[in-house]
């Protein structure tokens, strides 16, 4: 496997359902990122884990709840969702520097609740 | 604020045409900025990036951007579009944060149609 990946590619879920997204990345990167894509709505950043620590939550419903148990993995446990929390979710991760930015993307998991 | 705006929703061109994607951003600092591009159903790939130097930078599958400080832009070109071109399209711009962590903010998109 290269660069980063996510599993599973596609989930539907029922409201009462708890399920778990995956993501690895392969790139030897210090700082991983979830965000949400909704049709017709910017990317949305909702959580990052810098070094393994959780840096940043963006206000996220608590229905969301990040894990990072090392550098290579991030996962997102999902439990009790509402229809609009339908979306792409992406992972993403970085090489901390503070001069180059670049993130890379996984494939997404496209994620229906119903 | 740090912002990116795309001011155009989608855009339509005929394949072998040439291709301008608009952006502009409002960022203080010399900004870190970049494309991605994403084909349905995958995640975002980067294009091209701008940190400094050259305010002309080369990117993938033939595409180029320029960085105008005056204009606050960073519009994305390709002087001839191939059907696989059709894709979404996003700018974006990289922010210091006291965190330490790479916050990119992105903008809202630019949906591309190639037509034969």
């Known amino acids: 496997e290269t660069g980063v990946t996510q599993t599973p590619r596609h989930l539907v879920m029922g409201m009462t359902n708890k399920k778990s997204l995956k993501c690895e990345q392969h790139?030897?990167?210090?700082?991983m990122y979830w965000y949400k894509q909704s049709a017709k709505k910017p990317l949305e950043l909702m959580f990052v884990?810098?070094?393994?620590?959780?840096?940043e939550n963006n206000s996220v419903p608590s229905r969301f709840s990040p894990e990072c148990p090392n550098s290579s993995h991030l996962f997102l446990h999902l439990h009790t969702l509402q229809p609009e929390d339908s979306a792409l979710y992406l992972c993403a991760s970085s090489q901390l520097s503070g001069t180059t930015y670049e993130q890379y993307f996984g494939p997404g998991t496209r994620l229906t609740v119903t | 604020a740090q912002s990116v705006t795309q001011p155009d929703i989608h855009i339509t061109v005929s394949e072998g045409a040439s291709l301008e994607l608009r952006c502009n951003y409002s960022y203080g600092a010399t900004p870190y900025l970049f494309w991605y591009v994403q084909s349905p159903g995958q995640g975002l790939q980067l294009l091209l990036k701008y940190f400094s130097g050259d305010t002309l930078v080369q990117g993938i599958k033939g595409f180029e951007a320029e960085f105008k400080r005056s204009q606050s832009s960073f519009n994305l070109r390709k002087p001839s579009v191939h059907w696989s071109d059709a894709a979404e399209y996003f700018c974006a711009v990289g922010v210091p944060v006291k965190t330490s962590y790479d916050k990119v903010i992105f903008g809202p998109g630019t949906s591309l149609s190639v037509i034969p």
């Open positions: 884990y810098s070094l393994e620590e959780r840096v």
């Open positions: 790139l030897g990167h210090n700082a």
